[in-house]
């Protein structure tokens, strides 16, 4: 039962993140492991980002999205990654309350933005195939900063819902959490009181942020396979399909996961398991991105080969 400050009830001004092993061999090769997958993701986004600036013939709706997509990646993976990394190798696993607040505010923040942020690529593929003509009429500038900036509002928005009821509760020991960052349903199962009530709030607000998404996405590919079912040319279909085969995969990679780890009760939380899950949508999609979009993508081949040929040739 929580006791009040008048009670000289002790409060948690620091968690210890216990993150993968204890052991100084493994934690050593885990560094090794995630500080080539850290780089890797940077590196690779941040290849994607540069094409699209630098490329004028790039300068699209789809690769602006993409550009997007690619920067809150960066970002998404920065909130939590360097952070382990330091604590594989430190004696110290410790983060203050108001760093952990930050974290888990940061990461649900980007996280709940790429949610949104999917449905507006799904959208911008959906125009691209059912209305290749009016594409660039319907999805004008304008609409694509709105589009983007709204998401960005309504996820950080969201985010600090979520945090602050989390966060607002009182923590009086444990504060050790068996997870390598600040993540929500980690954090609360600490809590020293029933937290019932905050559980519902975050499903209702987890489903709602992870099913309606994924419905509207659901729905727009719905209408695209309809359309691409009516071309005839069999060349055409395949390169159709082709465009969204790369964020099909994306989502995949991204929504199950997170809809496992968000939408399930804290009486089912497993810390072992659900840290390696989140794994998937934190570390390794962020990694697949660049892969899947570069790999499956002409466009972005022959920008990175057009760079480096100006390259040498400026050398």
């Known amino acids: 039962m929580w006791m009040s400050p008048s ?10 993140l216990l993150g993968f092993s204890s052991d100084t061999t493994t934690n050593r090769i885990l560094f090794s492991v995630f500080l080539l997958l850290y780089l890797s993701s940077v590196l690779g986004n941040g290849l994607i980002i540069t094409l699209i600036c630098l490329e004028r013939h790039l300068h699209t709706p789809m690769y602006f999205f993409l550009c997007i997509l690619s920067l809150l990646d960066m970002s998404y993976v920065t909130t939590t990654v360097p952070q382990m990394l330091v604590h594989l190798l430190a004696q110290s696993q410790t983060i203050s309350f108001a760093g952990c607040w930050l974290q888990m505010y940061m990461f649900s923040g980007l ?10 690529m799904a959208y911008d593929r959906y125009v691209a195939i059912c209305y290749p003509l009016r594409y660039t009429i319907i999805l004008n500038w304008g609409l694509c900063t709105q ?32 997870h390598y960052f600040c993540e929500g349903p980690s954090i609360l199962n600490l809590a020293c009181m029933d937290t019932h009530l905050i559980e519902m709030v975050g499903l209702f607000i987890s489903v709602f942020m992870l099913v309606a998404p994924l419905s509207l996405i659901v729905a727009s590919y719905i209408r695209i396979a309809q359309a691409i079912l009516k071309i005839k040319s069999m060349q055409a279909r395949c390169k159709a399909f082709s465009t969204c085969a790369s964020h099909l995969t994306v989502i ?53 080969l057009k760079v480096m040929g100006k390259g040498r040739v400026a050398w």
């Not at 996280?111 to 507006?120: D, G, I, N, R, S």
């Not at 602050?164 to 444990?174: A, N, V």
Request: aromatic share 20%.
């Open 111 to 120: 996280a709940l933005t790429e949610c949104f942020f999917l449905v507006v």
């Open 252 to 304: 995949t990679f991204f929504y199950a996961p997170a809809t496992y780890i968000y939408t399930k009760p804290i009486s089912r939380y497993s810390p072992e398991r659900d840290k390696q899950i989140s794994l998937f949508y934190n570390v390794f999609t962020v990694l697949l991105n660049p892969v899947v979009y570069s790999l499956r993508n002409k466009d972005i081949k022959g920008a990175f």
């Open 7 to 16: 009670q000289n009830q002790t409060w948690v001004s620091e968690f210890i």
């Open 147 to 178: 589009l983007s900036a709204g998401t960005w509002a309504c996820g950080f928005f969201v985010s600090l819902i979520h945090t602050f009821l989390t966060m607002r509760l009182p923590y009086c020991g444990p504060n050790r959490v068996n």
